[in-house]
């Protein structure tokens, strides 16, 4: 096949991608519990993209996703949440996953509070949520840790259940070949 028809391929499955990014977030703008689980959902598809396409595609997916979201959804939080944390997870997965164990999981846990704290003073200054006290702060601090880290495993099963049984039934990679 060509390459100007394959490149057309990789930029059509792109754009679908980040469509379905954003009407995936904007489910989440009209259940307000759902936030996280909904922008989570949606960093599935980045970590497709990571597979199938490689890191850049997918970090561009990512910030058109992203982009998009903070301009056409109702609640900006969400798109926040997706543009500083979760969506762009399984790019820091991605790179990480090439390290030591100990210096991954440590990069991984740095940069969960990273993005965290710049959720937080976000929240505050920009969105007028208020912070309560310090105590609910480290609270908070060490629920996400822990959800990190269960994330991280949870996409790791993911893509393990993707190269061993979806692929082959989604055929993702046929449509760019």
């Known amino acids: 096949m060509r390459k100007s028809t394959r490149n057309t391929r990789i930029l059509a499955l792109s754009a679908m991608f980040t469509a379905l990014g954003v009407a995936i977030l904007y489910l989440g703008c009209f259940i307000e519990v759902m ?8 960093a599935i598809l980045i970590l497709l993209a990571v597979i199938e396409m ?9 910030l058109a996703t992203s982009i998009l979201a ?9 798109a926040l949440e997706y543009a500083c944390f979760i969506g762009c997870y399984p790019l820091v997965k991605a790179v990480t996953e090439r390290f030591p164990k100990v210096l991954a999981w440590t990069v991984k846990i740095v940069f969960v509070n990273l993005a965290l704290g710049l959720l937080i003073v976000a929240g505050h200054y920009i969105f007028g949520y208020p912070v309560e006290s310090v105590w609910l702060v480290v609270a908070t601090f060490l629920l996400a840790t822990f959800t990190g880290v269960i994330f991280d495993i ?3 099963r993911l893509v393990t259940l993707y190269l061993v049984r979806l692929r082959r039934t989604l055929r993702i990679d046929r449509l760019l070949k």
């Open 154 to 156: 949870a996409l790791s």
């Open 70 to 78: 903070f301009l056409l959804l109702p609640t900006k939080y969400i």
């Open 54 to 62: 490689g890191q850049g595609k997918a970090a561009l997916i990512w």
């Open 35 to 42: 936030e996280l689980t909904v922008a989570a959902v949606a």
